[in-house]
């Protein structure tokens, strides 16, 4: 019988399915859904599917999330151009993510629109599958407070300008679903009321806010923070900062950047205690440089000096960094000892549920998209499908 065309079977795998996790099991997948999943014994027939024989010992888990990724392999959203979002879509999965939020950073506002309006597009054109989905836009700046810039140009930030924001949101065709901002700063608490009635994510980041302040963004609709612990007053004793409202309030979930170098492996852990699984969500934020050897690259319009795993700008100010989904999935398991059920939750459920797309993301179960990647014994990524394509295997040597 000669298989039928997008008809696939996974057969003899570990497969962790939201609760359960299921040993050698298989996964049917039909026009680019998850048809049928359930233990080998159980199936029934192999007729009219390509039969994909995997080792028993490996797994496979939901496709990875990004909601934080600027750039990589020498494309950088702020690009604004077709060919950096194509060579994004199709890198991505060999790191394990199928589907990623294009991030934007602080720069000339034409240089913004210029990226907005060319991400809008590319959005509602995109390949069907086989590649990345890019769910929509993550607004890293310019509403920031330039005490914590980072490495996002002080000299283009502003305060949080809803007229503004309207205008880009119009130019993007509505595809901005998360902007991170400064709520201490004038017209913040504003903007955050605003992207909460619309459906937007609000995420404080970039910031100065006190733990009071915070609470005041809380309630205005944020619940979402950018890269916790980096360019965001600390934990202090008698002041409790950003970092002490994310430990104490349930409403916020934190990005974080699980690279070695961003946060110590020690704080990580800290922050899994204090957060738990249902709490985080891994991100890269990742610049053009990652996949591409040392060297000087450009990140907004400045200079990054890339070597041993990180990227700085020439005053040594961190700048994005070059780290791959699936080594910080990796990474968070060997930092904070939790199971595999639970990173996946930090790097797949999560985000989905953020984002609002978790009817069809985020999970292997029945109905959603075959977004799959295979683990190997190594927790390393062996094989990738986007929307039930294959969209990499890594090559045996």
């Not at 390509?50 to 999330?65: D, L, M, R, S």
């Not at 915070?214 to 619940?223: F, Y």
């Not at 002490?244 to 699980?258: D, M, P, S, T």
Request: aromatic share 6%.
């Amino acid at each position: 019988m000669i298989p039928k065309d997008n008809h696939i079977l996974l057969k003899g795998i570990q497969i962790y399915s939201n609760d359960t996790i299921i040993e050698n099991g298989y996964i049917k997948i039909i026009d680019q859904k998850i048809a049928e999943l359930g233990g080998v014994a159980e199936l029934i027939t192999e007729e009219d599917f390509e039969v994909v024989e995997v080792p028993a010992h490996f797994q496979a888990v939901p496709g990875f999330i990004d909601v934080h990724i600027h750039g990589v392999n020498g494309a950088d959203t702020m690009d604004g151009t077709t060919e950096a979002l194509d060579t994004m879509v199709t890198a991505l999965p060999k790191e394990g993510t199928t589907s990623f939020l294009a991030t934007t950073m602080t720069q000339e506002g034409k240089e913004i629109e210029k990226a907005l309006i060319n991400a809008g597009e590319y959005i509602q054109q995109q390949p069907a599958h086989g590649k990345a989905e890019i769910l929509g836009l993550h607004l890293e700046g310019p509403f920031v407070n330039a005490k914590k810039a980072g490495a996002q140009p002080i000299q283009h930030i502003v305060d949080p300008d809803l007229v503004l924001f309207k205008e880009w949101q119009e130019l993007s065709k509505g595809t901005i679903k998360l902007v991170t901002l400064a709520p201490e700063q004038p017209g913040g608490l504003e903007m955050i009321r605003y992207l909460k009635k619309n459906g937007i994510i609000a995420s404080i980041g970039h910031t100065d806010a006190t733990f009071e302040q915070v609470g005041e963004a809380i309630e205005a609709g944020a619940n979402h923070v950018t890269h916790l612990f980096n360019q965001m007053r600390g934990l202090h004793h008698r002041e409790p900062g950003v970092v002490g409202a994310v430990f104490l309030r349930k409403e916020l979930i934190a990005e974080i950047i699980v690279d070695g170098v961003h946060v110590h492996p020690e704080m990580v852990n800290l922050a899994y205690k204090n957060k738990q699984s249902d709490g985080l969500i891994l991100i890269t934020d990742s610049m053009r440089a990652k996949c591409l050897k040392n060297g000087m690259y450009d990140l907004g319009g400045q200079e990054v000096i890339v070597k041993d795993g990180k990227a700085v700008l020439a005053d040594g100010t961190l700048a994005g960094s070059i780290l791959k989904l699936g080594h910080a999935v990796k990474n968070i398991l060997t930092y904070t000892g939790c199971s595999l059920e639970e990173a996946v939750q930090m790097a797949s459920v999560n985000p989905a549920k953020q984002l609002n797309v978790f009817d069809r993301k985020g999970s292997i179960a029945v109905g959603k998209d075959a977004d799959i990647v295979i683990l190997d014994g190594n927790m390393e990524v062996y094989m990738t499908f986007c929307r039930g394509s294959l969209s990499y295997k890594r090559e045996e040597n």
